[in-house]
């Protein structure tokens, strides 16, 4: 009797959607992010799960960045980014830890002298990709 394990093997199914759990995440976020009535200007999700090398423990790290018109107390955005935290713990079984900055206070992030994590290892899930905008001051 063969012990190979390939695609007909009746495990395989589960195995692959196993091994592309990250993946459908990313694509969940994508999809859930791109519903939002009023888009973020930029969402991503960064350190250990954008790495990989994180545990059943970790928590799933979010940088979102929301519009200069809307205030963080916006009952409709604070919907949302609570809707996004609940999907996430939901779908993964993690905790969302999400990093929330204004459009107006990213001036600020890009003053310290140290770049922010996500411009390490940032995965970009919607709105300007994460490089361009940060990247200009700290060079990635």
């Keep these: 009797m063969s012990s190979a394990f390939g695609r007909e093997h009746l495990g395989a ?16 976020l994508r999809n859930l992010l791109a519903e939002w009535e009023v888009p973020a200007v ?9 790495r990989a090398d994180g545990d059943a423990a970790s928590d799933i790290d979010i940088f979102l960045v929301r519009p200069a018109d809307i205030d963080e107390a916006d009952p409709g955005w604070a ?5 996004l935290r609940s999907l996430v713990a939901r779908w993964t079984g993690n905790e969302a830890s999400i990093v929330e900055q204004s459009e107006q206070s990213l001036d600020e992030l890009l ?17 300007a990709p994460v490089r361009q905008l940060l990247g200009r001051v700290h060079g990635a």
């Design 13 to 28: 199914p589960a195995v692959l959607a196993l091994t592309d759990m990250r993946s459908q995440l990313w694509q969940r």
């Design 111 to 127: 003053a310290r002298p140290q770049a922010p994590p996500v411009l390490r290892d940032g995965i970009d899930l919607a709105g």
């Design 79 to 83: 919907d949302r980014v609570d809707g």
């Design 42 to 50: 930029h969402a991503s999700v960064f350190g250990s799960a954008a």
